[in-house]
């Protein structure tokens, strides 16, 4: 085949290009088609599954915290929360997201009735409605139909910006104590994250900070990252920065701190200096050279075998050799009570929450006996699952059930008969839907 020669291999033979856009528009008009009809069959979805009271209503999660906030804001209908499961998985969508994404649809349908119609109208975008929904969801029904209404004939040429400051407006017009709170509210949750590592073995880092802690941060690691350079190192500003900000880090974690008392100089306290520990997988032919991969248990992922002499070689560094887990023993105990050992062959062979979608580390699950204890279900890794306490209960006190197919695969049934299957590769939605009967379970 000659380079460059694509006409044979393309869809589109013989067409041109005015032609292709045009069949490339029509595509988007009607996947824009599409989100309209899943956006109506949503709210008639919402509609048929109100709760009354806040309890057992769906609410927020921040990252894998319930934050007990309903997913739309004040006025618009409190759904059910094992109801929202089911929906959830039939969109293919995880817990968070999935949570999210409902919560903007009610928003909009509810509380933003102007909005919402310009959507079902084709007038504006579903993802920039659902951005909307995220700046007026914490808003009193007052201030929402205010900016509702501000929306109705500006929505496609407002900026971001300025809807910010719309939506701000809002808040000190119609709420301003709410105002306040929120300031303080950000204030509360100032925070400084590390992601999980990448495949290569690096981290992003972001935070929020107070803007004097923040810039004390930024002046001590660009002096450190100065003075590296002076040093010799001849990396660029931002990757010497990275390494500053590293060196920060190690010179915290070698100190052993004393607290003395400020007026006696008593020493009162003391802190020693915090160890880090990460569990490696490697064998003789990682580090021979022979399959260059190993598998770091705090991350996940694979990690280089050039990366994993580097960890060895730190100063200070301590290897400990543990002998190879078999993750398929199957060794029953007589009590209720999980030991230690079969927790920790679960985890290392189910590595997350395994119900559809879920994304929750396994070390911060429940373990759910498969065949109830009380059944004669024994307390054995072929028999444990990890679950989220979220999911943990809606196992328990709702319709969904699973069945283990063989440890790590499951086959989950939603309360109105859907199938997922969940394995190591992921979610598959099966196309067998069928009523459940709960006196089978």
């Not at 350079?229 to 070698?254: N, P």
């Not at 490696?280 to 994993?308: F, I, K, W």
């Not at 679950?387 to 440890?407: D, E, G, M, N």
Request: proline share 6%.
């Amino acid at each position: 085949m000659e380079l460059g020669n694509h006409a044979s291999i393309g869809q589109y033979d013989g067409r041109s290009v005015p032609e292709l856009l045009g069949e490339i528009r029509s595509r988007v008009d009607a996947r824009k088609n599409l989100w309209i009809d899943e956006w109506t069959a949503i709210v008639a979805w919402a509609d048929q599954n109100v709760v009354e009271t806040e309890e057992g209503a769906a609410t927020l999660l921040d990252g894998v915290v319930d934050t007990g906030v309903p997913i739309a804001g004040p006025g618009a209908p409190l759904v059910s929360e094992f109801a929202l499961m089911e929906l959830i998985a039939v969109l293919g969508r995880s817990p968070v997201g999935g949570r999210a994404y409902v919560g903007q649809v009610i928003e909009c349908a509810w509380r933003l009735p102007r909005l919402y119609q310009a959507v079902v109208a084709g007038r504006v975008d579903t993802w920039k409605a659902q951005r909307i929904a995220d700046l007026t969801h914490p808003l009193c029904p007052e201030a929402a139909e205010f900016v509702d209404r501000q929306l109705d004939a500006a929505v496609d040429d407002v900026g971001w910006k300025q809807l910010e400051r719309l939506v701000a407006g809002a808040v000190l017009r119609f709420d301003p104590e709410r105002a306040e709170a929120e300031r303080q509210r950000v204030s509360d949750h100032r925070h400084f994250d590390v992601d999980e590592p990448s495949d290569t073995g690096h981290v992003i880092i972001h935070g929020l900070m107070d803007a004097a802690d923040g810039h004390d941060l930024d002046q001590a690691i660009t002096r450190r990252a100065i003075l590296l350079g002076k040093c010799g190192d001849d990396s660029s500003m931002d990757v010497r920065r990275s390494k500053a900000a590293a060196e920060l880090a190690r010179q915290d974690l070698s100190l052993d701190l004393l607290f003395a008392h400020p007026d006696t100089g008593e020493v009162i306290a003391t802190s020693p200096g915090r160890r880090v520990t990460l569990n490696v997988h490697v064998t003789d032919a990682t580090l021979t050279g022979d399959n260059p991969v190993a598998r770091c248990e705090e991350t996940g992922g694979p990690v280089s075998s050039a990366q994993v002499k580097e960890w060895l070689q730190a100063p200070g560094t301590t290897v400990i050799v543990r002998p190879v887990v078999d993750l398929a023993e199957c060794i029953p105990v007589d009590s209720y009570e999980i030991p230690g050992r079969h927790r920790r062959r679960v985890q290392l062979r189910d590595h997350t929450c395994r119900f559809p979608g879920c994304t929750v580390k396994a070390t911060r699950c429940d373990l759910d006996h498969s065949v109830e204890h009380a059944r004669g279900g024994p307390t054995c890794p072929c028999n444990l699952v990890p679950l989220c306490r979220r999911h943990h209960r809606a196992k328990t006190f709702s319709l969904w059930r699973y069945v283990t197919i063989q440890p790590g695969h499951y086959l989950w049934m939603s309360p109105n008969g859907r199938h997922f299957l969940v394995s190591p590769k992921g979610t598959k939605v099966l196309a067998t839907p069928r009523h459940l009967d709960p006196d089978d379970y």
